[in-house]
């Protein structure tokens, strides 16, 4: 066996074999043929394969069945059904349960070429990702947090984080909702030398302000109506440790005032009491606002935004990371398939273009959300764009749609009519020929069977 990917191609027909295998030899791939179901079951339990394309029709043991026994051993393997028209619908069931596509006879040899070279795409990614759970499951045995992205601006993230670590230095998240500033606040905790001591997070905005005092500096008892006991706050609890300070632009000015004495002198009271503690904890705080701007409008004050922009750590929205974006979303694909049950799935070429060019106005709280929705909407092991939260052009399906004007169509409702149209006109001009239709069109005939059946002109 050479380095060339290996393909498996079993059909009855003879003359098909030998235009199969020609082509894609021809292509630079290594292809073994047999003539039946139970042969091809074997071959690939004997041999390591790329890709198997299945004729349905076989002798001894038909492609269906052959496909669902080498599900049962190698689930991960793409395979490819080959079908007379008459059987589509038989093979589109197939496909829920996990076979990689389907080509209708008789076909075009490039469109083999251009679907085997797909399906070899997705068995590179697959590998890719088993690689990356395996990464993923070492590196939690290691760390409390987990880092994932190679952009040239996440890499100056990780610079940062390296270079402030083991200083005393305040360090200000900056960046859009959803960016990992609370990842990097722990990346930073577990890389300095305080990693074996307490880290404490506290989200300034999701604790009402009469009670975040309470929560920070601890209260007395009696100190207030329902205070019926000392309690510690968590700058007590994170002594010689962090405190992560999230969404600090929350926080009201009064307690404001508090926070830069414990910045300033390390000393703090708690509510209600006279006992003066010292506080060796290293605070860094997060805002998604800009503080400046606060502070320009008095909702901040402007010194303890100087007492904590010490060090700047500004994070990158995800539309801005490039390839971190396909890295992050199998990432999640891995964990969240693991988390279900079904290990080894991946994400077809167009599910993963439309993560490419969509915004992300979540950032990568919202990408891991998406991916958890196409996990639980797929029926099998293919992430595909009808499985994501999101439409055809990369618009968020969940975001309320703005206010229309009575009876004015969307956009993409005329648009999805003129297709529809165009589609019945070209199969007018070809007398129902599906393959004519398609090259009139311009498009593949499967991409024309698929409009087919979604407008339910068949």
Not at 166 to 189: C, D
Not at 361 to 380: D, F, K
Request: with cysteine; glycine share 8%; aromatic share 8%.
């Amino acid at each position: 066996m050479t380095g060339k990917a290996s393909i498996l191609v079993a059909d009855d027909e003879e003359s098909l074999r030998l235009v199969l295998r020609t082509v894609l030899t021809k292509a630079g791939y290594h292809v073994d043929v047999v003539d039946n179901g139970l042969d091809a079951v074997n071959k690939v339990r004997e041999t390591s394969y790329d890709v198997v394309m299945l004729d349905v029709r076989m002798p001894q043991l038909d492609g269906l069945q052959a496909f669902y026994r080498i599900q049962g051993f190698a689930s991960e393997l793409p395979v490819i059904l080959m079908t007379a028209f008459g059987s589509a619908q038989i093979t589109v069931e197939a496909m829920k349960h996990g076979a990689f596509d389907y080509i209708t006879k008789p076909f075009d040899v490039d469109e083999v070429k251009i679907l085997v070279g797909r399906a070899l795409h997705m068995r590179s990614l697959a590998r890719e990702v088993e690689y990356l759970k395996q990464e993923v499951k070492t590196l939690s045995q290691e760390v409390p947090y987990q880092l994932i992205g190679t952009s040239p601006k996440v890499q100056e993230v990780y610079k940062s984080i390296g270079r402030v670590a083991n200083s005393k230095a305040t360090v200000l998240l900056v960046g859009e909702s959803g960016t990992g500033k609370g990842l990097v606040a722990k990346a930073i905790h577990y890389s300095s030398e305080r990693w074996q001591k307490p880290f404490i997070q506290v989200n300034c905005g999701a604790i009402p302000q009469g009670l975040l005092e309470s929560e920070l500096f601890g209260h007395e008892k009696g100190a207030f109506t329902g205070a019926v006991s000392q309690k510690p706050g968590k700058f007590e609890l994170a002594e010689g440790g962090t405190i992560f300070l999230d969404e600090i632009s929350e926080m009201d000015l009064a307690l404001q005032v508090k926070l830069l004495r414990v910045l300033h002198e390390r000393q703090f009271e708690r509510v209600g009491g006279t006992t003066t503690f010292t506080a060796d904890v290293r605070v860094i705080a997060a805002s998604n606002r800009d503080l400046l701007v606060e502070a320009s409008e008095n909702r901040f004050r402007p010194d303890l935004y100087y007492r904590l922009n010490v060090i700047l750590i500004q994070m990158p929205p995800l539309r801005e990371r490039g390839d971190d974006i396909t890295l992050l979303a199998e990432y999640f694909l891995a964990r969240f398939a693991s988390e279900n049950g079904r290990a080894g799935m991946i994400f077809s070429p167009e599910a993963l273009d439309i993560f490419k060019r969509y915004a992300w106005p979540g950032n990568v709280r919202e990408l891991e959300n998406a991916v958890e929705h196409a996990v639980t909407m797929s029926n099998s092991r293919v992430i595909l764009p009808e499985h994501l939260p999101l439409n055809t052009s990369g618009e968020d399906a969940f975001e309320p749609q703005p206010g229309t004007v009575t009876g004015f169509m969307p956009l993409r409702e005329v648009l999805a009519e003129a297709e529809k149209a165009h589609i019945v006109e070209a199969l007018k001009l070809t007398r129902g020929n599906r393959a004519h239709a398609a090259k009139l069109l311009q498009i593949s005939r499967r991409g024309l069977i698929y409009k087919i059946q979604a407008y339910g002109l068949d």
